[in-house]
């Protein structure tokens, strides 16, 4: 499996972006998908994550700002971003969960204050 994320860049505080990742391979549409997101000098954490039939788990108090979404169609999964802050800026991956854990590369969204 590869995953291929996009959308990522500098954006003022309070401002939104979409995040993409485009992933091949034939167990998509029954794979939990997550987004994680590392900010400078931070471990990895849990951005959000859904399963194969939409069911969504959030990190700690993003939920509200953050949104993630699927289209099992075209083997995508979305990050809306809404409301951002200067500590949300770090790099941020997507991964596929199930069957087996897999990285994506990341995109790097910048959050100026």
């Known amino acids: 499996v590869q995953l291929q994320a996009s959308g990522g860049g500098l954006v003022e505080t309070g401002g939104s972006l979409r995040l993409s990742c485009v992933a091949s391979g034939s167990t998509f549409s029954t794979s939990i998908m997550a987004w994680y997101r590392q900010a400078p000098g931070k471990q990895r954490e849990l951005v959000a994550a859904i399963t194969g039939t939409g069911f969504t788990d959030y990190g700690d108090s993003l939920k509200g700002r953050f949104t993630i979404s699927r289209d099992n169609a075209k083997n995508t999964i979305f990050l809306q971003m809404d409301n951002l802050r200067p500590e949300d800026t770090g790099v941020y991956y997507c991964?596929?969960?199930?069957?087996?854990?897999?990285w994506g590369q990341g995109t790097l969204v910048t959050v100026s204050s």
């Open positions: 991964a596929q969960r199930t069957p087996i854990f897999q």
